[in-house]
């Protein structure tokens, strides 16, 4: 708040594909898909077609005694992206909202079937899932949770896999293996009283790109299986594709074993293509029917006004449209495959550290002793300068563009992506002209 008069907000007028335009005209490419929901572009026409038909049709119906097609049609056509696994959706509107709704279900179901000691909640170093206060206590960002954390339930966390934490010869399994033997202790001790276990699959997002390997994955499946453990996986932002599957979780199994799936999904962010607040929480046929019964307070209740608005939903669906229709995960494959060899120069930059990839996430972080004063400000701001909307956290300086990378837009990027670095580093002034004519969208 205190700085807004310095770095004024960008007065975005008009978004194009990956671009948005501000109020003086300029562009500005979205490197991180606004907060990493827009997954085909700003204005898409067929997103935008499908929203005008569903507009004339049904905005909006309360999902209270009333059901519509959309609705029903996502939660099936989801439950399929499963195989079938999690039968059941619960709507809600946004991904904090998803968190709650996860975090109750898994309680109130244990509760439903005469386990109602099982009230705890493990999480994640380093993780996140969301600021309401339920979200809140399962989270691990000090700037957003310390002013509330006299608010907060207590809830048990144990070590992130993050493998930036390996000792000298050690491998991100080896660092999965650590933080599992952690988890299994706990569990081993605590299992009694313990519900869930709430994580981001692969990547931990908001606190830094922070990215683990899948073995930890598999660790906690068995662990919660063997200990009666609610396993909920928090897709928000790394489903629908963002780490090269559908569902991050998928990469859990080893090539060619069975398949596993968590008990709970929460999507949010790219599900409805950036354009309107929808949630989901998918869930285990198992648990949906801990809460039959006729005693009403024994079902699960949860409402929100918007849940599962229609459009929201329709937009859901244009957007599982394109992946059913256009093969989204290799085009991204492909296309990655361009950025990360367009940003070799940089991951082998003296002046950085930890150069990671996964799907269409690509990160790194700038080595401490360089940073400066208000770092992520100060590269925020340069970004503009060449075209490019960023927003490092901390010394991490990442990308998660929208699906719709091409070769040259893959070089642009790389290259203004190293100029906005060297600015920032060398505090050089931008100088545009120099840089290759960028292509138009
Ligand atoms: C963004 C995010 C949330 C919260 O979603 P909101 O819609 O912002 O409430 C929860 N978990 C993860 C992993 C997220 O990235």
């Known amino acids: 708040m205190q700085r807004a008069a310095q770095v004024p907000p960008l007065a975005v007028v008009r978004g194009e594909g990956p671009w948005l335009f501000d109020d003086t005209g300029q562009r500005y490419f979205d490197t991180s898909s606004s907060w990493w929901v827009n997954l085909f572009g700003h204005a898409d026409a067929r997103i935008n077609a499908a929203l005008k038909d569903q507009l004339e049709t049904l905005p909006h119906v309360m999902l209270a005694g009333c059901t519509h097609a959309p609705a029903v049609e996502l939660a099936e056509r989801l439950s ?149 453990v609610t396993l909920i996986a928090d897709e928000i932002a790394v489903g629908c594709g963002r780490t090269g599957t559908f569902f991050a979780f998928e990469q859990a199994a080893l090539p060619g074993e069975q398949a596993i799936w968590p008990d709970l999904i929460c999507l949010s962010k790219g599900i409805s293509g950036g354009y309107l607040p929808l949630s989901l929480v998918l869930s285990r046929d198992s648990i949906y029917e801990a809460f039959l019964d006729d005693d009403v307070t024994r079902g699960f209740l949860h409402s929100h006004s918007y849940t599962g608005n229609a459009l929201a939903c329709r937009a859901a669906l244009a957007v599982l449209d394109r992946f059913a229709q256009e093969d989204v995960l290799r085009h991204n494959r492909e296309q990655a495959a361009t950025l990360t060899t367009a940003l070799a120069p940089l991951a082998a930059d003296p002046r950085i550290e930890h150069f990671r990839q996964l799907g269409m996430i690509w990160a790194f972080d700038v080595r401490e002793p360089l940073i400066g004063p208000r770092f992520a400000e100060r590269f925020h701001l340069a970004g503009r300068a060449y075209e490019l909307l960023i927003r490092p956290i901390g010394r991490t300086v990442y990308l998660m563009p929208p699906y719709v990378l091409t070769e040259d837009l893959s070089q642009w990027l790389a290259e203004r992506l190293l100029a906005t670095l060297n600015y920032v580093l060398n505090q050089i002034p931008p100088d545009v002209d120099r840089a290759p004519e960028p292509p138009t969208a």
């Open 80 to 228: 399929a992206l499963t195989g079938g696994t999690l039968g059941h959706c619960f709507f809600a509107s946004d991904g904090a909202s998803a968190v709650e709704i996860a975090l109750k279900m898994s309680f109130h179901h244990w509760r439903n079937l005469g386990r109602s000691d099982k009230r705890e909640f493990v999480c994640l170093r380093k993780g996140y899932h969301g600021e309401t206060l339920g979200a809140l206590a399962v989270t691990d960002v000090a700037v957003f949770r310390d002013a509330y954390d006299p608010l907060l339930m207590r809830a048990h966390q144990v070590m992130s896999p993050d493998a930036r934490q390996a000792m000298t010869g050690e491998s991100a399994a080896d660092v999965a293996r650590r933080a599992t033997a952690e988890l299994e202790a706990l569990l081993q001790a605590r299992h009694a009283h313990i519900a869930a276990l709430i994580l981001e699959p692969l990547v931990q997002g908001a606190t830094g790109m922070a990215f683990y390997d899948p073995a930890y994955l598999r660790a906690a499946r068995k662990l919660c299986d063997q200990f009666d």
